[in-house]
């Protein structure tokens, strides 16, 4: 058996075809053809009020800080458990970032914590669809509601799952995306701004291009365009979203394999997992699974050292995720909340088993028969 790495990002064999074109039709950077495509595509087929590409979740996160105007004396409720940009982007704006822990059965937010987070300087609740699984929204958005809280989701994993039949990053007020070579569908780097609350679509162009009203110019609505508000240069150029636009075009293609990919991986360790104490992944009723990854969750911290170190001796490349938050070096100083157990628990234990759409049946089962074989 061959070394089998954790990651290899999916071609289609368009990418390159598609660059091509945008360099041919002399307009590479960001806002062209390629880019209206793919936006055009996200709100269309997921019903998205407005998309904006950007060249990463982070950006299309800090986009949303702006445009919910979080600045110094506010406090957004974020997971612990997340990666970092999550928290980044608002404390970036002054916010004092608010940690959730982690629900017992699924790293994603304990949404039956938030109630006891908030309080008259809290702004924003952003829940993370860790895995691609949805967060219960209906709660999310009846306690943000209650508290006229935005609620922004950081949607990362998220692309092409649902909650309730209704699609994932269209139920909070905002939410991003990425398209990181780690995604179902890549950019290499890249991320989408979505927004679905009608007040916040005007300024949302002008944050993503600098500041300025250079949308509206090119779209003929004003003769010339100025500075009219902060922002930055969050677009991606032509090249970005050619890339992304020859991925789109294999979303079920490649959604479908990663489900079986998934699948594969459930049905050879749930009993030998149920044996060993190995808690699975979990999808609520109310979610469904778009195959982002694969993970488990051991006993302790020195049995997940022991399976990874076992893996890679039999050339199995797992990893680890999310170290928690709030006892980062940045932060663990500036946090006065409580312990957040659940979320060490995923900090120490969580194993991420290597997926990509190329991992071939036999690879998975040779993946799963070794970490079988390690805890028996």
């Avoid at 076992?310 to 070096?329: D, G, M, N, P, W």
């Avoid at 290597?354 to 040779?366: G, K, Q, T």
Wanted: some cysteine.
């Amino acid at each position: 058996m061959n070394n089998i790495p954790f990651n290899k990002p999916f071609l289609t064999g368009n990418e390159t075809h598609y660059i091509e074109e945008a360099v041919s039709s002399g307009k590479i950077s960001g806002n062209g053809m390629f880019t209206k495509k793919c936006q055009r595509f996200f709100e269309n087929r997921f019903g998205f009020k407005k998309t904006l590409l950007t060249t990463s979740c982070t950006d299309a996160l800090e986009m949303c800080a702006i445009l919910a105007g979080i600045g110094p004396g506010d406090e957004v409720i974020v997971p612990s458990y997340t990666f970092v940009s999550t928290a980044l982007a608002f404390a970036r704006q002054g916010a004092e970032i608010t940690f959730a822990d982690s629900r017992t059965n699924h790293p994603g937010m304990d949404e039956y914590s938030l109630e006891s987070l908030i309080t008259e300087k809290t702004k924003a609740i952003v829940p993370v669809h860790y895995a691609g699984v949805a967060c219960d929204m209906d709660v999310i958005m009846a306690v943000a509601e209650k508290h006229n809280l935005l609620v922004i989701e950081d949607a990362a994993h998220s692309i092409n799952s649902f909650y309730k039949n209704r699609p994932l990053g269209s139920i909070g007020h905002l939410a991003a995306f990425s398209f990181h070579e780690t995604k179902n569908i890549n950019a290499g780097e890249g991320g989408l701004l979505v927004v679905n609350d009608e007040q916040f679509i005007p300024r949302s162009e002008i944050i993503w291009e600098k500041g300025t009203n250079r949308a509206s110019f090119f779209r003929g609505e004003i003769d010339k365009y100025e500075w009219v508000d902060t922002g930055s240069s969050f677009l991606p150029s032509e090249l970005t979203a050619a890339f992304l636009w020859a991925q789109i075009e294999h979303l079920d293609a490649i959604q479908k394999r990663r489900k079986v990919i998934w699948q594969l991986y459930h049905n050879r360790l749930s009993i030998p997992a149920e044996k060993s104490g190995v808690q699975l992944p979990v999808i609520p009723d109310y979610a469904t699974n778009n195959g982002h990854m694969y993970y488990l969750v051991c006993s302790t911290n020195k049995e997940r050292t022991e399976l990874i170190r076992y893996l890679r001796e039999k050339k199995i490349l797992a990893v680890f995720h999310y170290q928690s938050l709030h006892k980062s070096r940045y932060y663990k100083g500036r946090y006065s909340g409580s312990e957040l157990p659940r979320a060490q628990i995923y900090t120490d234990r969580l194993v991420r088993l290597p997926f990509y759409f190329h991992l071939s049946d036999e690879e998975v089962a040779y993946i799963a028969d070794t970490v079988v074989a390690f805890y028996s």
